[in-house]
């Protein structure tokens, strides 16, 4: 059984601070390279940052520099700091693998709303 819980999201201000944070269950997340997605108004769904083990592997270019991506494998809990928020940082926050398909299903959890006010 999987299963992805986001939490964290909120209201914050341009220039303010968010942390979201990711809760796997299923060995499957621990074994594979997450992931960090988000879907804002009217857009398809982006990668927003990934890591491979505990080593963060990209990052969304407009998100470089003000989101840190981490993880804890033992506990399967995956967080985003995001710093310096902007208003199109605004959207719903998704934690899921790397490579989704390997789920074998579509599987997405409830995510997170973020809003940022300018």
């Known amino acids: 059984q999987v299963q992805l819980v986001e939490s964290g999201g909120g209201l914050a201000q341009a220039g303010g601070s968010l942390r979201l944070s990711c809760q796997a269950s299923g060995h499957i997340f621990k074994w594979n390279d997450m992931a960090w997605y988000r879907e804002g108004p009217g857009k398809q769904r982006e990668l927003v940052a990934s890591?491979?083990?505990?080593?963060?592997?990209d990052y969304l270019p407009s998100v470089r520099g003000r989101f840190t991506i981490s993880r804890d494998v033992a506990k399967n809990q995956m967080w985003l700091q995001m710093n310096s928020l902007k208003f199109e940082d605004t959207g719903v926050y998704y934690c899921?693998?790397?490579?989704?398909?390997?789920?074998?299903?579509?599987?997405w959890g409830q995510g997170t709303q973020v809003t940022v006010s300018s």
């Open positions: 899921n693998l790397l490579r989704p398909e390997l789920l074998g299903s579509n599987y």
């Open positions: 890591i491979s083990g505990r080593t963060p592997l």
